[in-house]
Structure formats: structure tokens, C-alpha cells
């Protein structure tokens, strides 16, 4: 009797199907687990989102379901390839970011509140332990001073990426030790941050609340005790067995609005707002959308591009001061990709510069530079700008 063979595309064609159906079964499993608990997690969200509401102002709701999104993601970090930073700044002081990170404090596993550490400590705390970062005053990381800070800056650039690592001589050794700085970080700080970093960040601009903001006042002995069954419902979830494999699964659906890196870092929050279901699903979108793509992204990244531009225009024309309309005609006549032509051309054609100048201070105002009274050599003495006013910002925001 001869034994009946079956052909090699034709058994791979079996196993894929076979493989198919037990990855589906799979899924199907999880997904009545997700049932189970997606009330749990959606109600745990809702909570933290309140206790974050009760101490902080946030400019947009959007912020609030963000930073929400966000504190449950340090929780089931296992889970993620990419972290997204929480990146808490503010135009000035006494704007809320402390409060904020008092309150990440209380709510994300593993909190590691600091400012300025030495490069040892970060690295090997990151190593070590893989806290979750709230890392205060970052700024000072970023300034014309900042140069003792490379390993932080290191950090940061690569440490959304749970396969990066940063090489360092271990001490007292000619050995090379490859650090892991993958964890959850909230950098806070007064104004902007670089580009290569901003581009891992969601931005949470916080602004001086007014006088019709009412809002308690953080008391950390008070407040604590609220915020202890928050946690607890955060950790109970996470140490589900089932948690981590259905967000490793999990392919959420991506708004196109975002960029490739945009994508990568926002992942996370969108998979855990499909955990939680209801509003969550919605809502983490269109929050990460507005925040990611809106004003305040787009001014971020603009901001950075009249900077690198106003240094060319300073050296093309090889002086130390220009006048504000010279300076927005240079801008216009830039033959690159900026958006200064299409935001201003039109109105300086026909003579209106004021509107033009008042958007121009509005970018460059975040970078403490503002329009001043200047002497021209033919004795003039319009408004415009000087290098002067530019130079700790070129040396901070600029490569």
C-alpha cells in the first residue's frame, strides 16, 4: 500500500491555516477576558482622571485624558516597545508643574522624583530598578550650561526605545557596560526642549490658572490617602495574568494625523484606552491627536525652525541686528521648506506688518526673546532683534 504524501506547499498552506486558527482562539480568549475587566479598568481611568482634575488645572480635557493615559501605561510597561514622555512645561513659573508631578508621584509604580542627577546615579537607577522618571527642572539640562549633562541628554534621546541602550566604562575596569535606559519619564521644566526629544514627547503645556479656577490645594499627608485605592486598582490590573498579553497583542488603530514617531509613542495609550473601552476610545484620540498635531506642536516645532532661521539670516547678512520687518521679509524670501511664506507673505505684500511681527513675537517668546527698541547704521531706530537675545537659545535648542 503506498502512504499518501501531501504536497510541501500544500502542508504549508495547512500549518499557516492551523497557525491562523489558534492565534484567532487566542485572541477570542482574551477578548472575553478584556469583557471581564474593561469595566474595572475604564472606571479605575475615570478616578485617576478626577483626582488629577481636583489639583490641577489643565488648559484642554485633553490634557487630563492624556496625562491619565499615560500614568496607567508606566503600570503595564512590560507590555510596550515605545514610551511615550510626559513632557510638563510652561512660558513661567507657578503654572502648576510641580503640583502635577506631586500628583504623578502618588499615581505612576515605581516614582523616582529628582533634579540634576549625576550621570552615574541616572544610569544605574534606570538599570536597576526601571522606575518610572519624573525628572524636574529639565531645562537646566538643555541651557547654555547644561554641557556637564551629556549621559541625561543621552538618556532622554534614546530611552523611549526598549532595545536602545547607552554604552558606558564601568568603573575601575576597562569594561564596556551597555546601560538599558528604557523606563516611563515626565520631564518637566520652563520652556521648550529639543527637537530629537520633543519628537518623543506629548507635550502638557500648563498655563496660570485664573482667578475663576477653583482648585484644592495640594496637601501630600491629605492627599495621599485618596489617592492609595487608585493605585491599588492600577496594580490589581496590571498583575492580572491576562493584562500584559492582550496589550502585547494589541494593534490599536492609529489616527493618520500622526507621524511615524508620533505613532510608535501614542501606541501604548491607544491600546489601553481599547482595554478600558466606552469613552476611552474616542476620547484618547482625538486628546493625542490635538495635543500631538495642534497649536501648541506645531508652534514647538516652528519655534525651533526660526531659531536655526534667524542664526542663517544673522550670518548671511553679517550683522548683529535687524529690524522686524527686514527680518520677516529675509524669512519670507527663505528658499526651504519653512512655513513663513505661507503664513506671512500676503500681509507684508500690502503693508501689514503688525500682524506678522505680533506672530513672530508670539514664537519667539517661549525662548525669553522679544522685540526691542534698536539702532540701525543709517541712525534708524525700529523695533527688531539682536544675536545678543539669541544666543543662550541657539546654544540650548540648536545643535
Not at 508606566?74 to 502648576?96: E, N, Q
Not at 504623578?104 to 530598578?129: G, H, N, Y
Not at 514627547?201 to 499627608?221: C, D, G, Q
Not at 519653512?338 to 517661549?366: H, I, Q, T, Y
Request: charged share 25%; net charge neutral.
Amino acid at each position: 500500500m503506498i502512504a499518501e504524501t501531501v504536497p510541501k506547499d500544500a502542508s504549508d498552506v495547512l500549518m499557516a491555516k492551523g497557525a491562523a486558527a489558534l492565534h484567532e482562539a487566542r485572541r477570542n480568549a482574551q477578548r472575553v477576558k478584556l469583557d471581564e475587566f474593561a469595566p474595572d479598568l475604564s472606571a479605575a481611568l475615570d478616578g485617576i482622571r478626577n483626582f488629577l482634575l481636583r489639583y490641577v488645572v489643565f488648559p484642554s480635557e485633553a490634557h487630563g485624558y492624556a496625562v491619565t493615559l499615560w500614568i496607567a501605561h508606566t503600570w503595564v510597561l512590560d507590555a510596550f516597545d515605545f514610551t511615550p514622555y510626559l513632557h510638563v512645561c510652561s512660558p513661567v513659573k507657578r503654572c502648576g508643574k510641580s503640583t502635577l508631578l506631586d500628583c504623578l508621584r502618588l499615581l505612576t509604580v515605581k516614582p523616582w522624583l529628582v533634579v540634576r542627577p549625576s550621570e552615574a546615579v541616572l544610569f544605574r537607577k534606570i538599570a536597576q530598578d526601571r522606575p518610572t522618571l519624573l525628572l524636574d527642572e529639565v531645562d537646566t539640562i538643555f541651557s547654555a550650561k547644561g554641557d556637564d549633562n551629556e549621559g541625561t541628554r543621552a538618556v532622554l534621546n534614546a530611552g523611549f526605545e526598549r532595545r536602545a541602550t547607552v554604552p558606558r566604562c564601568a568603573p575601575n575596569t576597562h569594561a564596556v557596560v551597555d546601560f538599558s535606559v528604557f523606563c516611563a519619564k515626565a520631564i518637566a521644566g520652563i520652556g521648550r526642549l529639543p527637537d530629537t526629544v520633543a519628537d518623543r514627547a506629548i507635550p502638557i503645556v500648563l498655563a496660570r490658572r485664573a482667578r475663576t479656577h477653583h482648585i484644592e490645594k495640594f496637601r501630600a499627608r491629605q492627599v495621599a490617602p485618596l489617592a492609595e485605592p487608585l493605585t491599588e486598582s492600577l496594580r490589581k490590573w496590571a498583575e492580572n495574568p491576562t493584562t500584559i498579553g492582550i496589550l502585547q497583542d494589541a494593534r490599536p488603530a492609529v489616527p493618520d494625523e500622526l507621524r511615524d514617531r508620533q505613532a510608535d509613542i501614542c501606541e501604548p495609550l491607544l491600546a489601553i484606552a481599547d482595554l478600558a473601552g466606552g469613552h476611552w476610545r474616542e476620547l484618547a484620540r482625538r486628546s493625542l491627536v490635538e495635543l500631538c498635531t495642534g497649536t501648541e506642536a506645531q508652534d514647538e516645532n516652528a519655534g525651533t525652525k526660526l531659531l536655526a532661521a534667524f542664526r542663517d539670516i544673522f550670518r548671511e547678512k553679517q550683522t548683529d541686528r535687524i529690524a522686524t520687518k527686514e527680518a520677516l521679509e529675509a524669512l519670507i524670501a527663505r528658499d526651504d521648506d519653512s512655513p513663513w511664506a505661507s503664513m506671512w507673505e500676503r500681509d507684508v505684500a500690502s503693508g501689514n506688518v503688525r500682524g506678522p511681527a505680533a506672530r513672530l513675537a508670539k514664537l519667539l517668546k517661549p525662548f525669553s526673546i522679544a522685540a526691542t527698541t534698536i539702532r540701525l547704521d543709517d541712525g534708524n531706530t525700529p523695533k527688531g532683534y539682536k544675536t545678543a537675545q539669541f544666543e543662550e537659545a541657539w546654544a540650548r535648542y540648536l545643535a
